[in-house]
């Protein structure tokens, strides 16, 4: 079954929700060490955790704000797929669009964004140890 694995926090300056973040809850919040990549891993459980919840990220907002009276300013899900060529071609097809195209976290995964037919983003996250 496909699962929500992953959040996004988007800001205007990271460091500071990262500061927020870590103070309110205790979440491990780091800078991602890659120099050409400015985002940060957000761990809100100890590595091999067996409490319920995920880990997520943090990174500088690619849009503008909405302003505060909208309720869209939210957390981004991601959610792991077997087969993300597969899985963004139904999205497509049932009335979704892409909202960011399909990218490689080196080594890692491929990653990709995409708005629901209500206009909702959602990632899409396929493991992939060889994506350059």
């Known amino acids: 079954m496909n699962r929500v694995v992953h959040f996004e926090i988007q800001a205007e300056k990271p460091e500071w929700a990262a500061k927020f ?45 909405p302003p505060q ?26 009335g979704g669009i892409v909202a960011m195209p399909k990218f490689a976290i080196p080594g890692m995964a491929w990653q990709g964004y995409f708005l ?5 983003t959602f990632g899409v996250h396929q493991p992939d140890k060889n994506a350059k």
């Not at 087969?83 to 049932?94: L, P």
């Not at 629901?116 to 909702?120: A, I, K, L, Y």
């Open 21 to 65: 973040y870590k103070e309110i809850f205790g979440w491990s919040i780091e800078k991602w060490p890659d120099p050409g990549w400015d985002y940060w891993i957000v761990m809100t459980a100890e590595k091999d955790s067996k409490e319920p919840g995920i880990n997520g990220g943090l990174l500088k907002r690619p849009a503008k704000t």
């Open 69 to 94: 009276e909208y309720g869209t300013n939210a957390y981004v899900c991601t959610v792991q797929v077997e087969d993300f060529d597969k899985t963004a071609e139904s999205i497509k097809k049932t």
């Open 116 to 120: 629901d037919t209500e206009g909702n």
